[in-house]
C-alpha cells in the first residue's frame, strides 16, 4: 500500500493558520468546525523555553481507531492509506470522537454526524493538492512524496507532541531547528539579568 499523509515543517510555519481557514472554507464548514487546527506549542526543554507552530488534522493512521471501534463501519481505509468516512452510515454516537487519540473527528452540531479529514481525496483523483496545502503560503504543509522527502530524515513525532504511537499515525515532521520560527529562550529571569530578548539563531 502507498500510504499518503501529510508532512509538516515546523521551521516553515508561521501560525497564519491559512491552512485552517481554506479547510474550513471550503468544506463549507459551520463557525466554530474545523478539520485542521494549528496551535502554539510551549514547551520546557534542557532549562530553555522551546516554542514553535503546530498544523494538524487526520493522521490517516495506518491501525485506525476510528476505523476499529465505530459501530456501524462507517469508516475505511482506501488503498493509498487515506481514511475516509461514509456519514450515511453515521448514527452520531460519538465513538470515534472518544476513541481518537488526535481528535480528528468532530461532531456537526446541525446534523449531529461526524465528519473529518479526508485529505481532499477527490482533488488528490484530479491531480490537485488538498486545500491546506494549496493556501499555505510558506510551503509548511505538504503531501508525503517518496521522490521529493527521505522518508528517513523526517520524523514520526515531535517535541510536545503526545506520544501515542499505538495507531502508528502516517503525519511525518521535519526535525526542529532554531531560527526565525522556532524559538528557544532562556527563562524570563535569565532574560531579565542578560538584559533582554536572547533568542538563539
Given at each position: 500500500m502507498n500510504q499518503k499523509g501529510f508532512v509538516f515543517d515546523p521551521n516553515r510555519c508561521l501560525g497564519c493558520r491559512s491552512c485552517q481557514t481554506a479547510c474550513s472554507v471550503n468544506h463549507n464548514l459551520p463557525p466554530g468546525i474545523t478539520l485542521r487546527k494549528v496551535t502554539a506549542i510551549e514547551l520546557a526543554m534542557e532549562g530553555r523555553l522551546l516554542k514553535y507552530y503546530l498544523s494538524s488534522s487526520c493522521n490517516h493512521c495506518l491501525n485506525p481507531e476510528c476505523f476499529r471501534l465505530c459501530p456501524n463501519h462507517a469508516y475505511r481505509k482506501r488503498r493509498d492509506?487515506?481514511?475516509?468516512?461514509?456519514?450515511?452510515?453515521c448514527k452520531g454516537c460519538g465513538t470515534c470522537i472518544r476513541s481518537c487519540p488526535f481528535e480528528?473527528?468532530?461532531?456537526?452540531?446541525?446534523?449531529g454526524k461526524v465528519i473529518k479529514c479526508d485529505l481532499c481525496f477527490a482533488k488528490l483523483e484530479e491531480g490537485e493538492e488538498p486545500f491546506c496545502i494549496g493556501a499555505c503560503p510558506v510551503g509548511a504543509l505538504k503531501l508525503f512524496d517518496p521522490s521529493e522527502h527521505h522518508e528517513h530524515l523526517l520524523l514520526k513525532i515531535l517535541p510536545g507532541i503526545p506520544r501515542i504511537q499505538?495507531?502508528?499515525?502516517?503525519a511525518r515532521y521535519h526535525p526542529l531547528k532554531i531560527g526565525k520560527q522556532v524559538g528557544l529562550q532562556l527563562p524570563n529571569h535569565t532574560m531579565m539579568k542578560e538584559g533582554g530578548s536572547n533568542d538563539s539563531s
Amino acid at each position: 500500500m502507498n500510504q499518503k499523509g501529510f508532512v509538516f515543517d515546523p521551521n516553515r510555519c508561521l501560525g497564519c493558520r491559512s491552512c485552517q481557514t481554506a479547510c474550513s472554507v471550503n468544506h463549507n464548514l459551520p463557525p466554530g468546525i474545523t478539520l485542521r487546527k494549528v496551535t502554539a506549542i510551549e514547551l520546557a526543554m534542557e532549562g530553555r523555553l522551546l516554542k514553535y507552530y503546530l498544523s494538524s488534522s487526520c493522521n490517516h493512521c495506518l491501525n485506525p481507531e476510528c476505523f476499529r471501534l465505530c459501530p456501524n463501519h462507517a469508516y475505511r481505509k482506501r488503498r493509498d492509506g487515506i481514511v475516509v468516512f461514509d456519514e450515511g452510515k453515521c448514527k452520531g454516537c460519538g465513538t470515534c470522537i472518544r476513541s481518537c487519540p488526535f481528535e480528528a473527528p468532530v461532531l456537526l452540531p446541525d446534523t449531529g454526524k461526524v465528519i473529518k479529514c479526508d485529505l481532499c481525496f477527490a482533488k488528490l483523483e484530479e491531480g490537485e493538492e488538498p486545500f491546506c496545502i494549496g493556501a499555505c503560503p510558506v510551503g509548511a504543509l505538504k503531501l508525503f512524496d517518496p521522490s521529493e522527502h527521505h522518508e528517513h530524515l523526517l520524523l514520526k513525532i515531535l517535541p510536545g507532541i503526545p506520544r501515542i504511537q499505538v495507531t502508528r499515525p502516517a503525519a511525518r515532521y521535519h526535525p526542529l531547528k532554531i531560527g526565525k520560527q522556532v524559538g528557544l529562550q532562556l527563562p524570563n529571569h535569565t532574560m531579565m539579568k542578560e538584559g533582554g530578548s536572547n533568542d538563539s539563531s
